[in-house]
């Protein structure tokens, strides 16, 4: 009934950690397809244990190709109509599946999503924004790691492979509408691994024209979708300048400094 797809480079120390919660879940009727993207550490050797123990995983290898290109090779591999993301070093809820499945059959969605947690060097929720596809536009609702249906993701060729970042935002606009089916379960039934240091973070932090190129990228690659749901860019521009100038006209009075001075000394 579902499809799990693993894509796995060099992450072996948390593999099994993964592919245990997919084994222990309650729903059954599932199966595992782990794509080794041209891990150089003992990857195959610890994904292969687990087709052993278990006929529902799958393994593959391919060259590496990064994890767009995993992702597309793992579902299109996929033997069932409804698709799960799983990163290699995150774990699910035992009754994630059993969740999912039942919101698909009931509601005809188009996207499942739900609660997240942080786990390993940080804890907590993982506060995402509120789904609505406008919203969508503007800053990504969902994980990576968010069910779909196989038959959406082919009406699109999948992720984009040419993206370097940002591909499974680009990915969420281009699958979904405003006329989706985008339902929630208001429970935790993901748990997403923070590591000690966040490459992707870092690299941002290093360099931020890299951040703003990549939604560049994702505006003018989607533009036709933008230009339906936001007036030109220029006019918004000038619409912030105003509101920059408003902002340091009221900071600027005498009223509001004397309120900041109240604010620090209470």
Not at 144 to 156: G, M, R
Request: charged content about 25%; proline content about 3%; some cysteine.
């Amino acid at each position: 009934m579902i499809s799990i797809v693993v894509p796995l480079y060099n992450q072996s120390s948390f593999l099994d950690e993964a592919l245990l919660s997919v084994f222990n879940q309650t729903l059954k009727s599932w199966e595992c397809i782990i794509i080794n993207d041209g891990s150089t550490d003992n990857s195959e050797e610890k994904a292969l244990e687990w087709t052993k123990k278990d006929s529902r995983f799958v393994y593959y290898y391919k060259q590496n190709g990064g994890l767009s290109s995993a992702r597309n090779f793992g579902i299109n591999k996929a033997n069932y109509e409804i698709i799960l993301p799983l990163d290699s070093d995150d774990k699910i809820h035992p009754d994630l599946l059993v969740e999912i499945l039942d919101v698909f059959k009931n509601q005809n969605a188009d996207v499942v999503h739900y609660n997240t947690s942080f786990f390993g060097t940080k804890t907590g929720m993982n506060h995402l924004p509120k789904y609505d596809y406008k919203s969508l536009l503007l800053q990504n609702c969902f994980i990576a790691c968010t069910p779909f249906k196989k038959d959406s993701f082919n009406k699109i060729n999948g992720y984009d492979e040419s993206l370097s970042s940002f591909e499974d935002w680009d990915f969420w606009i281009r699958l979904l509408n405003e006329n989706s089916k985008v339902f929630k379960i208001e429970k935790t039934l993901y748990y997403y691994r923070k590591h000690a240091s966040d490459s992707l973070t870092n690299v941002f932090a290093e360099k931020p024209k890299l951040y703003f190129d990549l939604y560049d990228q994702i505006y003018i690659k989607n533009k036709h979708i933008y230009d339906k749901y936001f007036k030109n860019p220029i006019l918004a521009y000038q619409e912030n300048a105003l509101l920059i100038a408003f902002n340091n006209k009221v900071k600027n009075t005498l009223l509001f400094k004397f309120y900041s001075k109240l604010k620090k000394l209470l």
